[in-house]
């Protein structure tokens, strides 16, 4: 699987919008794009994927490079039950089991 | 969506007992299923890959006589902790790929273990 790298820490406030990088330069053609998030003591939670068009759900929205190295997670309107451990997984080819990095410690702040 | 359990979600225990940690789907079906461990402030760590009706498939470190893996249905795998020690005090999570194959997976709440 691709090596993915994300900022270690990142905070935002309230009610603003939450864009998390990450950086997937070793990508090949039928690896997609995952984002997890950890809330503390908690499992992770599947937030959304893509390959290469941008994805939106109720959750989030997912662009993605046209050159497939670096993706960005939006969070559109923070909240502060948004603050969470934020992974960014590259997978594919029939390797479908998540390998976590370190991610990316979102503060959402009053 | 599609939910994942798992039974308990914390433990406390003596130094040489065993523990066992239930994980559940429990609105579809799970041919494999995956446990983790977390350390505190540290990422997750892939132990080993349940398969039903097979054995499991371990990581690289993972000691395959002390993590007893049982994956005996479709919605339920189990981990035993065998002669639990103090090192093995941690966050231990399971999940499950929704589509049975792979692509998205979902992870049940986590089991804290301390052993005393």
């Known amino acids: 699987d691709a090596k993915t790298t994300q900022p270690p820490s990142m905070d935002c406030a309230e009610g603003r919008a939450a864009n998390l990088p990450c950086n997937h330069s070793?990508?090949?053609?039928?690896?997609?794009v995952y984002w997890y998030r950890q809330i503390h003591s908690q499992g992770p939670q599947y937030i959304i994927h893509g390959l290469k068009n941008n994805e939106t759900n109720e959750m989030a929205s997912l662009i993605i490079t046209e050159d497939r190295k670096s993706s960005t997670l939006i969070l559109p309107h923070a909240t502060l039950r948004d603050t969470a451990v934020y992974y960014c997984?590259?997978?594919?080819?029939?390797?479908?089991?998540?390998?976590f990095g370190r991610g990316t410690s979102l503060i959402v702040h009053p | 969506g599609a939910v994942v359990s798992q039974h308990p979600s914390w433990v406390i225990c003596k130094s040489g007992t065993s523990v066992k940690i239930e994980c559940r789907s429990l609105?579809?079906?799970?041919?494999?299923m995956f446990w983790y461990r977390q350390f505190p402030k540290q990422s997750l760590m892939l132990m080993a890959t349940?398969?039903?009706?097979?054995?499991?498939?371990?990581e690289q470190g993972v000691e395959k006589d002390k993590f007893l893996i049982n994956h005996a249905s479709l919605t339920l795998s189990t981990l035993t902790v065998t002669s639990a020690h103090p090192e093995d005090s941690s966050f231990y999570i399971c999940?499950?790929?929704?589509?049975?194959?792979?692509?998205?997976?979902?992870f049940g709440p986590g089991t804290r273990l301390l052993v005393l």
């Open positions: 349940s398969n039903e009706g097979s054995k499991a498939t371990y």
């Open positions: 997984i590259v997978r594919g080819g029939g390797s479908y089991i998540p390998t």
């Open positions: 609105d579809f079906q799970a041919t494999t």
């Open positions: 070793t990508i090949s053609g039928n690896e997609y």
């Open positions: 999940s499950a790929p929704i589509d049975g194959v792979g692509e998205t997976q979902y």
